[in-house]
């Protein structure tokens, strides 16, 4: 027989169906899912501590609120097993406002217990006059000192409800403050989903009661056991299931995404009241007469399916499940699980039954499709605004973003509309239209009055400022990073929400610097085009990201609310930066971009914002018509260039080559200024990079240098000139010299320096060697 040491009883007196399973363990139903066959294992830690494992696969936290506990019930009283920093401090007041306790979140370290997970909520009785209180006044833990629990912003929701208005119930305190800064009163039971206690119902008496459950079935399954409780003194309850929010999302994860306080104002008026039980399990519903019920026998989930037919089901290579579904004349495409499929379900379905399914309808309806897509559906990309044809490469699909959904299909002879492309497009909320193009008698002159709206220095920048935008609308990179540099006052951000706005307008245009790789990620994600705005600086990380987007890179995360799941995105983007300073310092950056400088705009010369944008709308449609035709031309001939030599970027030089006989510029005059470009990005490459620089010193005044890397850090050591005590970092090691010599042999080599081998290969000598006529290639 097992010895239940007091934390055990605590929580196996709150289990159903207990059975021992071995000294120290036991088996029991889960309360955090609805566990028809018990599958939840409580085990014993070394220390004493009680330990979770369900087979379902629900997170112990999970487990602990639905048993309605704390972490530190699964303790003994005297073992501290956690190591945590607080994060934030949740006050719960009584009925008149004195404090009662505090709410703590803490962020676990490493040291802490495996149990205990990433985060952990601990309770704090505000007892000042109690002898092992703290200098503030607080004690852990709260059921030991018989403080009894009370709803979250108890005061404010008792006024609210004897004023007969609205509160919100949801799961957690920080879903509480989401609603507050959306101007709503809300409220929380004590660690979110678990048991409500018949003390938490009689504070919403005369309240419209509307509870937002998390996207799990333990928020579900707790959503229904308040609207039971509540519905006894409410005016009204309503039970509000959020869309566009992962699994386990809430009301923060839902306002993040881009919804509004409106929208939610909206949905509580459009969901129905809920029915209390009728004590078989079923809910209340509007007698129906014998003629209304013989139509069909389906149930609305099983009418959902069927009206769903129509759809075509399918999947991404990344496991991502969509819909493709007729609308009128058109067919649109959304994800299965959230957007715009949902509301479409919603409305045939009251179209034909002149009401809306239930929530747990739709649900399941959805969750059947999704299994359907995901191991039934055929497999295809999702395309953001710009694709190729799947079989096809000569074929190019620009989705105008329209209502309608009509695209622009692009081939070697012209371009036209299409409502049906041989391609998927998704769509994201930012994602603003297309103007729709007109073709033009003369698209090389529609194209050309572009220059009435950017203000480059030189032919030679413009005939580059053209050739970025028609690779920026090719399926495929690599794409080269457009640098718009020039001092304040050059019309740098408006040049660049301009150029985004012919190939994929937003209603945000441009966007500061990522301040992580995450950041970036979700940006490409949700854009064809990334435009940051006023850099000062790239740092090497940003530097390194920015490559591997433009040339096509995969990046990987840990997925959402999972352990150990990683989440992998494969990206190619073009892109455009504008700032002051030079952008392209790093060697690897500057290869792949096109640094082009904006002249100052004179005094005299300057328009309000409104006029300047005017302007450049109505030629904005006449400006994407020529492009198009560019594109067509490229399409046409693209397969009939050579060049001599191959840049870094070769595919962006020889598709602006074939696209050169449509743009308006001299022929020959993009291959020269990519050249010159490319030169010059070099020779700023070399200015700013503090060993190559020292390098060509050190070449000066001989033809050449050999020795180790060992003998070359110890040269450059010495001759370095800025600061000889304080040497830069990549002279500080010589694994730092031979990590970043490598980076910079292509600034050594367009700066007519080259590195040769000398045997025996073993002493690993090499010679750099000055070569006064060495040219840059391209």
């Known amino acids: 027989m097992n010895i239940v040491s007091e934390q055990h009883e605590l929580v196996l007196d709150k289990l159903e169906k207990v059975r021992e399973d071995g000294p120290g363990q036991w088996i029991a139903s889960c309360p955090a899912h609805d566990d028809k066959s018990p599958s939840l294992s409580i085990g014993t830690g070394k220390d004493g501590c009680v330990l979770f494992n369900c087979h379902a696969g629900c997170d112990s936290n999970d487990v602990v609120h639905a048993l309605g506990l704390e972490w530190s019930d699964l303790f003994p009283t005297d073992w501290k ?80 409800a004897k004023a007969g208005k609205r509160v919100f119930v949801v799961e957690g305190e920080k879903d509480v403050h989401t609603l507050e800064d959306a101007g709503f009163v809300a409220t929380t039971p004590p660690q979110g989903a678990g048991k409500w206690k018949d003390s938490y119902t009689g504070a919403l008496e005369g309240a419209h009661v509307v509870i937002l459950p998390d996207n799990d079935q333990p928020g579900r399954k707790h959503a229904r056991a308040v609207a039971e409780e509540v519905s006894r003194v409410a005016r009204s309850v309503r039970v509000v299931e959020l869309e566009d929010v992962p699994r386990k999302g809430d009301v923060t994860d839902w306002m993040n995404h881009g919804h509004t306080s409106d929208e939610l104002r909206q949905m509580v008026q459009d969901t129905a009241e809920w029915q209390p039980s009728q004590g078989d399990g079923t809910t209340s519903e509007p007698e129906l007469t014998v003629q209304e019920v013989e139509p069909s026998n389906e149930t609305q989930a099983e009418t959902l399916l069927r009206l769903a037919e129509p759809a075509e089901l399918w999947r991404t290579p990344q496991g991502e499940m969509f819909a493709t579904y007729p609308v009128g004349d058109r067919r649109e495409t959304s994800p299965i699980r959230v957007g715009s499929f949902r509301q479409w379900l919603r409305l045939r379905f009251y179209k034909e039954e002149g009401k809306p399914p239930g929530s747990q309808a739709l649900q399941d309806a959805v969750d059947v499709l999704s299994a359907a897509a995901e191991f039934e559906g055929d497999v295809q990309e999702a395309h953001l605004r710009i694709a190729g044809h799947e079989r096809q490469e000569q074929r190019i699909y620009v989705d105008l973003g329209s209502n309608g959904w009509e695209a622009v299909e692009i081939t070697p002879e012209g371009w036209s509309f299409t409502k049906k492309p041989h391609a998927r497009f998704r769509r994201v909320r930012s994602m603003k239209a297309l103007p729709r193009p007109t073709p033009a008698n003369n698209p090389v002159e529609a194209l050309n009055r572009l220059r009435q709206h950017v203000r480059t220095k030189s032919e030679n920048d413009f005939a580059l400022l053209l050739a970025w935008l028609v690779q920026s609308l090719r399926p495929h990179g690599p794409y080269p990073v457009l640098a718009l540099t020039g001092e304040q006052g050059s019309g740098k951000t408006t040049t660049q929400k301009m150029l985004r706005s012919i190939v994929d307008p937003s209603n945000v245009p441009t966007r500061t610097a990522p301040r992580k790789e995450e950041d970036l990620i979700v940006a490409a994600e949700n854009a064809w085009v990334l435009a940051f705005d006023n850099l000062s600086g790239i740092p090497a990380w940003l530097s390194d990201a920015l490559c591997r987007l433009a040339t096509g890179g995969g990046f990987g995360t840990r997925k959402l609310y999972t352990g150990r799941e990683e989440e992998v995105f494969y990206h190619e983007r073009p892109m455009i930066l504008n700032g002051i300073e030079d952008l392209t310092a790093r060697p690897d950056l500057a290869d792949r971009a096109v640094v082009i400088e904006l002249e100052p705009i004179p005094e005299e010369e300057r328009a309000p914002a409104r006029d300047v944008w005017q302007a450049f709308k109505e030629d904005q449609a006449a400006i994407l018509s020529g492009l198009l035709s560019a594109i067509s031309t490229a399409l046409r001939r693209v397969d009939e260039i050579s060049l001599d030599t191959l840049p870094r970027m070769a595919d962006f030089a020889v598709w602006a080559e074939a696209a050169e006989p449509a743009l308006p510029i001299k022929p020959g005059t993009f291959a020269k200024a990519y050249s010159d470009n490319r030169e010059a990005a070099n020779e700023s490459a070399l200015e700013n990079d503090p060993v190559a620089f020292a390098i060509k010193l050190l070449l000066e005044d001989r033809e050449t240098w050999t020795g180790k890397m060992s003998d070359l850090l110890n040269v450059l050591r010495k001759q370095y000139i800025h600061d000889p005590d304080r040497p830069p970092a990549e002279l500080t090691s010589l694994q730092a010299l031979t990590a970043h010599f490598k980076r910079m042999m292509p600034v050594l080599r367009g700066a007519g320096i080259v590195k040769e081998d000398v045997p025996p290969k073993r002493d690993r000598q090499f010679r750099l060697r000055r070569e006064e006529d060495e040219q840059v290639p391209f």
């Open 81 to 160: 097993p956690w190591d945590g920093t607080e994060v934030d401090r949740y006050t719960y007041r009584d009925a008149d406002g004195a404090i009662l306790y505090d709410v703590v979140r803490y962020e676990m370290r490493e040291t802490s217990h495996p149990a205990c997970g990433e985060k952990k909520f601990m309770q704090k009785a505000y007892l000042p006059d109690h002898k092992d209180s703290d200098r503030n006044g607080y004690v852990f833990g709260r059921r030991k000192y018989e403080v009894p629990p009370v709803l979250y912003r108890l005061p404010e929701v008792l006024e609210q």
